[in-house]
């Protein structure tokens, strides 16, 4: 029952952000979503060995439909955050183009809003990882209690993705 | 020769091809693929990372259990090939005289041109013994590709990676080379 509600919440979450952030922040983020969610995509397929999904519509052996749209609105989270945090701590009315500064408030996304996602998703079960396979023996986060291979793994996507939905949101909408 | 020996010498090899394929761009193409060998290895970096336990090397100089220290950059000599063959393609295709910007009509072309260059290295290095699948743990399911004799999820994957991978090396080159 739980994991149904949580399924049903993985759909809904879509057009709340992007309501929440039409009303609230005055942007429009669906082309931020998709172009997240083609990342989302790719990331889930080339590492599908390596968590198992807990939900009912799936796509490609268990991953979930809505997981690759999930990844688009974190995305979106992201971008928004990092482009805020950016302008605000460089003092800038926007973004400079190729302005390598980014690349670091992108990965500051990726602790504040990917580890404490990736947290709630395997704290209440919509996943769990696949440790047989993964190996991973670096230890966890401590308040986390995540491994510190999740957090690198963040950071690393989150160094490379927000390019690419920074660069096609606005084609995608 | 030993099996430790064929590693060595892949692995000398593997450096030696991206600095030639650096140099055959620099020599004969007029073009510096510094910055697209950097971003893109910063892609294979995250690649490489999140999809460790697929993968298992041979390669002495490592970085992260037994991911080579090359490979990332590897990945990054193989998206610069991609991005500047995905160009021209485009150019001639479409009969454009350069890319325009935010066109999406690029995506067919980096994912068809990718994969093109990516399988084909992908199977020699699998076929060299410079890597081998953890098959036994990862459980593809999807048949062999005919001839290669690859999974099928490595040409999906391959055709996922290049339609993200481009974007970010396009975008970031330039200023990885200091340039404007």
């Known amino acids: ?67 690759p749209f999930a990844w688009g609105v974190m995305f979106a989270l992201v971008v928004f955050l990092s482009e805020k945090l950016y302008c605000w701590i460089l003092r ?15 990965v ?4 504040v809003i990917g580890l404490p ?17 993964l190996q991973w023996n670096w230890g966890t986060i401590p308040f986390f209690h995540m491994p ?25 909408e | 020769m030993t099996v430790q020996m ?32 950097l971003a893109g290895a910063i892609v294979g970096l995250f690649l490489e990372f999140s999809t460790k336990p697929v993968n298992i090397y041979h390669f002495h100089i490592t970085i992260y259990k037994d991911l080579p220290l090359i490979i ?18 485009y150019r001639f295709v479409l009969r454009e005289p350069c890319i325009k910007p ?19 290295l992908e199977t020699a290095g699998a076929w060299l013994g410079a890597w081998e699948y953890n098959l036994g743990k990862i459980h593809w399911t999807l048949g062999n590709v005919p001839i290669f004799h690859m999974p099928w999820e490595t040409v999906i994957a391959y055709a996922l990676i290049m339609l993200v991978g481009p974007t970010f090396v396009r975008y970031w080159q330039a200023s990885f080379e200091g340039r404007p």
């Not at chain 1, 996602?117 to 396979?133: A, M, Q, R």
């Not at chain 1, 510190?148 to 995608?172: D, K, N």
């Not at chain 2, 990332?72 to 393609?89: C, H, I, N, R």
């Not at chain 2, 935010?102 to 084909?120: A, H, Q, Y």
Request: glycine share 6%; proline share 4%.
């Open chain 1, 108 to 111: 500051v996304g990726a602790v």
């Open chain 2, 72 to 89: 990332p950059f590897d990945w990054g000599m193989m998206f610069a090939v991609t991005v500047y063959l995905s160009e021209k393609a």
């Open chain 1, 148 to 172: 510190y291979e999740a957090l690198v793994g963040y950071i690393l996507m989150m160094l490379v993705a927000p390019t690419f939905v920074r660069y096609w949101q606005s084609s995608f």
């Open chain 2, 6 to 37: 064929k590693y060595t010498i892949l692995e000398i090899f593997s450096y030696f091809f991206v600095l030639f394929v650096w140099t055959i761009f620099r020599r004969y193409l007029k073009r510096n693929i510094t910055g697209d060998i």
């Open chain 1, 92 to 106: 800038k009315e926007s973004i400079q183009p190729y302005d390598k500064r980014i690349l670091l408030f992108d």
């Open chain 1, 1 to 67: 029952m739980k994991l149904i509600l949580f399924e049903v919440w993985s759909y809904l979450q879509i057009p709340v952000a992007w309501y929440a952030f039409r009303k609230f922040a005055k942007r429009n983020v669906a082309g931020a979503i998709l172009s997240g969610t083609i990342v989302g995509l790719c990331n889930e397929f080339i590492t599908e060995p390596f968590w198992n999904y807990h939900f009912r519509i799936t796509i490609y052996k268990d991953i979930p439909l809505s997981v």
């Open chain 2, 102 to 120: 935010k066109d999406k009509r690029i995506f067919l072309f980096d994912v068809i041109i990718g994969t093109l260059v990516g399988f084909p």
């Open chain 1, 117 to 133: 996602f990736e947290t709630i998703g395997v704290k209440t079960g919509v996943w769990d990882y696949n440790y047989e396979l």
